[in-house]
């Protein structure tokens, strides 16, 4: 079900679109109206400011009162046939000499104080509707010693409102037409930028847990998607690679489990077949009671590692000397090595931050897996060697050479190469896994090589301390 506050990338990418075109269109449209009424104005202007200049040419000539008397019907002949004009005269005395019939000039627009130049027009309306722009201004006459009289010019502008309604509606209505187009055009520029986004969902969906090796095709894509589609495919292949590994893990799992709960069920059930004497069942359960410690082992051996990869195994850090450590593991292991007819060494020196239990639970798998590995008359030695800022832990034994296409999965959880190094059944093949959670959890790493008959297990650690002695 589809959340209502969620809009799809698509809805919000074209109504910015649209928001955007219609802002630019709306500041357009304005810019434009706006520039087209100003050039009216201008034009206005200009006539105005004529007719003004002739007005003051004809008042130049006036010498006397009668001349001044005149004027106006001189003035309304020098306009005649030009349609839309009108102009006013005003006495020194403010008496209204002449006023074109209808132009109904306003008193302000005549007033000696408040006058209108041609920068800043006077606009009104007629008593019949008509609006007109009108400037005023003092001019002098001929006359010796008379003050100037003040003379008004306006023009008809009804047809350039009607123009100006007009253009309006045509402009914003082709701006409402274009803002629509836009969010149109926008929508389908969304729909095709994010089509490789649709492509790739689609890819994605057919991605199951049986069809890990599925991978997104980079080249298919845009610049911009191709760092996401790398991701994906990292991802993907981290996904197949811990589904590989846990299916392994599932399977392994089982097997192990199932040796001892079948040696369990079938001795139980020999033992319940016909009656025994009270020493063959104590036998029986002592020997179930092996079965249930390997079980025990096992399982805690699993919690141990889930609980290092899910970061919970947290070790304390103290001092700890490796060589009095290492020391007393080689004797510990010393009796299993001569039974073996194997023998075993210790050298080096050297000390890190650590947990001793854990270190020497680790460096103890370790060998006691190579004195298991190593042939009778063999040789499994334990070397400290200090590597820069790093301090390495070497377990070597002679034997058989492990096939390199095995090394990279030794430290796997129930993993052994091949039936030679199967061993008699009696370990769990977790071992190696303790160690490598237990190295990674101290912030070190291991490795392990084999060639030529002597196969080599590191154990890397930073931020050592070592010392001569």
């Not at 040419?57 to 003035?75: F, G, H, M, S």
């Not at 079980?295 to 947290?314: H, N, W």
């Not at 304390?316 to 593991?329: H, K, M, N, S, V």
């Not at 680790?362 to 004195?371: E, P, T």
């Amino acid at each position: 079900m589809r959340l209502s506050g969620r809009a799809s990338v698509t809805r919000r990418l074209t109504a910015l679109f649209a928001l955007v075109s219609t802002t630019v269109l709306l500041g357009l449209g304005t810019l434009i109206g706006g520039t087209v009424e100003q050039h009216f104005v201008e034009q206005d202007a200009g006539i105005l400011a004529g007719k003004l200049d002739l007005a003051r040419r004809i008042l130049e000539k006036v010498k006397t009162e009668d001349e001044l008397i005149a004027v106006p019907q001189e003035l309304d002949d020098a306009l005649a046939g030009q349609g839309g004009l009108a102009v006013a005269v005003v006495a020194p005395d403010g008496r209204l000499l002449f006023a074109t019939s209808g132009a109904g000039f306003p008193q302000t627009l005549l007033t000696r104080r408040t006058l209108a130049d041609a920068a800043h027009p006077f606009l009104w309306r007629t008593d019949g509707g008509i609006p007109m722009r009108g400037i005023s201004a003092r001019v002098p006459t001929g006359i010796a010693g008379a003050p100037p009289v003040v003379v008004g010019v306006a023009t008809d502008i009804s047809h350039h409102e009607h123009y100006m309604a007009g253009f309006r509606v045509t402009l914003w209505s082709f701006v409402a037409v274009a803002a629509l187009l836009s969010g149109v055009l926008g929508w389908l520029a969304a729909r095709r930028g994010l089509a490789p986004l649709q492509a790739i969902r689609r890819k994605a969906e057919g991605i199951t847990a049986q069809r890990l090796d599925a991978r997104l095709a980079a080249g298919d894509v845009p610049l911009e998607l191709s760092g996401l589609v790398e991701t994906l495919n990292d991802m993907l292949a981290r996904l197949e690679e811990s589904f590989r590994r846990l299916s392994d893990f599932s399977s392994d799992l089982a097997h192990e489990f199932r040796t001892p709960i079948n040696n369990l069920m079938t001795q139980t059930q020999v033992t319940l077949s016909h009656p025994r004497r009270a020493d063959d069942y104590r036998e029986v359960l002592a020997s179930n009671i092996e079965e249930y410690e390997r079980l025990s082992r096992m399982v805690a051996d699993m919690l141990f590692i889930a609980k290092a990869d899910e970061g919970r195994i947290v070790p304390t850090r103290e001092r700890l000397e490796l060589a009095p450590l290492i020391g007393d593991l080689v004797e510990f292991h010393r009796l299993a090595a001569d039974e073996k007819g194997v023998a075993i060494d210790n050298d080096g020196e050297g000390a890190i931050h650590g947990d001793p239990l854990m270190i020497r639970r680790a460096i103890s798998n370790l060998l006691s897996n190579a004195i298991r590995h190593a042939p009778p008359g063999g040789r499994v030695g334990v070397s400290i060697r200090a590597e820069a800022e790093r301090l390495a832990v070497e377990v070597t034994n002679s034997g058989e050479t492990i096939p390199a296409v095995h090394l990279p999965r030794l430290f796997d959880r129930f993993y052994r190469a091949g039936a030679a190094r199967a061993g008699d059944g009696s370990h769990s093949g977790l071992g190696l896994a303790i160690v490598k959670s237990i190295t990674e959890a101290h912030g070190g790493r291991v490795a392990v090589t084999s060639v030529g008959g002597l196969t080599c297990f590191r154990l890397v650690f930073g931020g050592q301390m070592t010392e001569d002695r």
